[in-house]
C-alpha cells in the first residue's frame, strides 16, 4: 500500500537542493539533489524510515543518480523521477551535459510568453510571498538574484520545519509553506530555458502528478516501478491515459449574485458572493480529501470555477459522478434550479499534458464537457418531477413565500418579520460578517446556529465565520471538517487551510462597519452633506480567460506553434491572475489608491 502523505511531501521537497546551489552551499549544480537530501536530513530524525525514504526520493529523482545505486522496486523514488520527468517535460526540453547554468537568473513574467505580440520583458525578484507589508511587483529590469536571497529562503524553509517537524506535517501545510518560498524562485536558471514557471508551481505539478501515477498502479496491480522507469518502458507509457483533467462550473452565478433584495441589498449580493467562493472551494477540498488525492492536485479555484488533475481510474471516475449527482440533488432541493455545478473530465496521457500533439489541449476537452452537461442538466425522472405540482421540489404546507428568492418558508421561519427563508437569512448574515485577519471560516458536519449550508462528499457541511480568539471553545462544542483562514493555521483534529480572498468592501473608519446603502448616500454628497444623493454601480469582469488559457500560448510566429502550450505554463497564467485579484488587488485597495 502507498503512502499517498509520504509521497506527495517527498515530490514538494525533490527540487529543495536547488536552492542549496543558488544559496552558494553548493559549487556543482549537477549534485544538488544529494546535497539538497543532505541539508534536509539535519531536520529530521536519523531512526525514521519513512524520512529516509523521502531523503532518497530527493536523492534520487533522476535516472542518472538512481542507476548509480539498488533501490527496491517498489521504492517511491521511480515514482517521484517518473513525474518529475513529466513536469519537467511540459518546457520541451532535455537535460545535457555541456548545459551553462547562472544562479542569478530570476523568475521572468509568465506574459513575457504570452501571445505573439512583442512585450516589454519583466522579472521577479527570489522573495518570500509577503501579502502583508509589500508587493513584489514584476520589473523590466533584467535584475539579477544574490546567493543572499536563496539563503534568505531557506532559512524561512527551515524555520518552518523547526516548528513542526516534517514527519507530523500535513502535504497541504508544506505546500503552504513552499508556496511561502518558493512562488517567485525560477524552476531552472539554465541559461538556454524560459524561466516563467516557478519552482513552486512545478514541485506542485510533480506532487500532483506522482499522487495520481501511484493512485493509477495500484488500480491496475504494477507493484514494481524500478520495470517502469526503463527507458523503453517510458517511452511507451507515455502514450497511456493515466490521468484526467476534471473541471467543474458553478452555473447561474449571476442570476445568484443579483437576486433583488429590499433588506440589506449590499449585505446580500455580499453575502451570495462568500458562499459561491467558498462552496468551489469546498467541492476540491471535500474530492481530494475522500479519493485520497494531496491538495497539490488543485490545478484552480476561483469564480466558481475548478480544475483538478487526477489518475484515470475507475474508482475516481465513479467517485466524481456521485459527488455531482449528490451536489445537484442537494441544490435543486435547497435552491432550486436557480445553480448547478456542470462537471467534466478528460483523459490524458504524459504526451498531452506536455502539449507535444496539436489538438492536445486537456483543459478545452474538459470544459467543453462542461458546457455540453449544462445543456443535459437533469435526468428524464428528475424533469418529471420538477413538472409534478405533488413531488418534493414542488409540495410545500408553507402559507407564505420568502420575500428575497421566493421560494416557500419553512414552518419554523414563517411568522419572522423579516420574511426570508432560512438560506437567505443565513446568506445575508455571512455577509455582514467580516471574514479580516482576526476571523476563521469553520466548516462543520454539525448544524450550528447562524449556519449556511453547502452539500459535501455525500454528506451536508455548514459554515460559520468566527473570531480566531474563540476557536479553541468554538472546538469544543462542535464537529469539525475544516477551517479556513486568510493565514492558515495549524489544528490537530482537522485540516486547517489558507484561503486568499480580496476584501473590496470598504469599512467605515471609526466603527469599521461594513457600509449599507444608506451610509454609502450619506457619504456621497461630501462632508458638507449637501446635494443629491446618487451612487455611481461599476460592474467589472475580464473577459475571455478560458480561452487565454486555451489559446493565450499557441504561438504563430514559432516554428514550434505549441512550444509554450502546456500545462505547467496554463497552471502558472490562472495562479498569477488569481494571485492579483485575490492579493495584489487587495494590498493596492489598502493603500486608499482605488
Not at 39 to 57: H, I, Y
Not at 451 to 470: E, N, T
Request: hydrophobic letters at 40%; one cysteine or more; a neutral charge.
Amino acid at each position: 500500500m502507498v503512502d499517498y502523505t509520504l509521497l506527495a511531501k517527498a515530490a514538494l521537497l525533490h527540487d529543495i537542493g536547488k536552492l542549496c546551489y543558488r544559496a552558494g552551499l553548493t559549487n556543482e549544480p549537477e549534485t544538488y539533489p544529494e546535497y539538497g537530501a543532505r541539508w534536509l536530513a539535519r531536520l529530521l530524525p536519523e531512526d525514521d524510515e519513512a524520512m529516509q525514504q523521502l531523503l532518497r526520493c530527493i536523492s534520487y529523482h533522476r535516472r542518472r543518480d538512481f542507476e548509480a545505486v539498488k533501490l527496491k522496486d517498489d521504492d517511491l523514488a521511480y515514482l517521484v523521477y517518473f513525474a518529475d520527468t513529466i513536469a519537467f517535460g511540459a518546457e520541451k526540453t532535455e537535460r545535457r551535459q555541456d548545459d551553462k547554468f547562472d544562479a542569478s537568473l530570476c523568475l521572468e513574467s509568465v506574459f513575457n510568453y504570452f501571445s505573439d505580440h512583442d512585450t516589454y520583458k519583466r522579472y521577479f525578484l527570489p522573495k518570500e510571498i509577503n501579502t502583508g507589508r509589500e508587493i513584489n511587483y514584476a520589473v523590466r529590469d533584467n535584475i539579477k538574484a544574490s546567493p543572499e536571497d536563496y539563503l534568505k529562503l531557506l532559512k524561512i524553509i527551515e524555520n518552518k520545519l523547526k516548528q513542526k517537524p516534517l514527519a507530523q506535517m500535513y502535504p497541504y501545510e508544506l505546500l503552504q509553506v513552499l508556496e511561502d518560498a518558493l512562488y517567485y524562485v525560477p524552476l531552472t536558471v539554465r541559461e538556454d530555458l524560459p524561466r516563467d514557471i516557478s519552482m513552486f508551481e512545478h514541485v506542485k505539478i510533480t506532487a500532483a502528478l506522482a499522487v495520481s501515477i501511484a493512485h493509477y498502479f495500484e488500480a491496475n496491480g504494477i507493484t514494481s516501478y524500478a520495470s517502469l522507469c526503463e527507458k523503453q518502458k517510458i517511452a511507451q507509457i507515455q502514450n497511456e491515459p493515466l490521468f484526467l483533467i476534471v473541471s467543474a462550473d458553478i452555473a447561474g452565478i449571476y442570476g445568484f449574485l443579483t437576486t433583488p433584495a429590499e433588506q440589506s441589498p449590499l449585505a446580500t449580493m455580499r453575502g451570495r458572493s462568500l458562499y459561491l467562493e467558498y462552496f468551489s472551494q469546498l467541492i476540491a477540498d471535500e474530492l481530494v480529501n475522500y479519493l485520497k488525492l494531496s491538495r497539490a492536485n488543485i490545478i484552480y479555484t476561483g469564480g466558481g470555477r475548478l480544475y483538478l488533475l487526477a489518475p484515470n481510474t475507475p474508482q475516481f471516475k465513479e467517485g466524481v459522478k456521485t459527488f455531482a449527482e449528490y451536489i445537484n440533488g442537494w441544490l435543486l432541493q435547497n435552491f432550486g434550479t436557480q445553480l448547478y455545478v456542470s462537471v467534466g473530465a478528460a483523459e490524458f496521457t504524459p504526451v498531452e499534458l506536455v502539449g507535444r500533439q496539436l489538438g492536445s489541449d486537456v483543459m478545452a476537452r474538459a470544459d467543453l464537457q462542461v458546457e455540453n452537461n449544462k445543456k443535459n442538466r437533469y435526468s428524464e425522472a428528475v424533469l418529471a418531477g420538477l413538472f409534478d405540482p405533488e413531488s418534493s421540489f414542488n409540495h410545500n404546507e408553507a402559507a407564505s413565500e420568502c420575500c428575497v428568492c421566493h421560494r416557500n418558508v419553512a414552518a419554523a421561519d414563517e411568522g419572522r418579520k423579516d420574511g426570508l427563508c432560512s438560506n437567505c437569512r443565513a446568506l445575508l448574515e455571512l455577509g455582514k460578517a467580516s471574514f479580516m485577519d482576526d476571523k476563521v471560516l469553520a466548516v462543520c458536519s454539525n448544524r450550528i446556529s447562524g449556519c449556511i449550508a453547502v452539500p459535501g462528499y455525500k454528506r451536508v457541511l455548514y459554515l460559520k465565520i468566527i473570531a480566531a480568539k474563540d476557536l479553541e471553545k468554538f472546538k469544543q462544542h462542535n464537529k469539525l471538517a475544516y477551517l479556513y483562514s486568510i493565514k492558515g493555521g495549524a489544528s490537530d483534529n482537522c485540516p486547517y487551510f489558507r484561503i486568499r480572498r480580496c476584501d473590496y468592501c470598504v469599512r467605515d473608519a471609526k466603527s469599521g462597519r461594513l457600509p449599507d446603502m444608506k451610509m454609502l448616500a450619506d457619504k456621497s454628497m461630501g462632508e458638507t452633506y449637501t446635494g443629491v444623493k446618487r451612487l455611481g454601480v461599476l460592474m467589472a469582469d475580464v473577459d475571455a480567460i478560458g480561452i487565454a488559457l486555451k489559446a493565450g500560448f499557441y504561438r504563430n510566429d514559432l516554428p514550434d506553434p505549441l512550444r509554450y502550450l502546456t500545462l505547467s505554463r496554463q497552471a502558472a497564467f490562472s495562479g498569477r491572475l488569481s494571485f492579483f485579484f485575490k492579493v495584489i488587488l487587495s494590498c493596492v485597495d489598502s493603500l486608499g489608491t482605488i
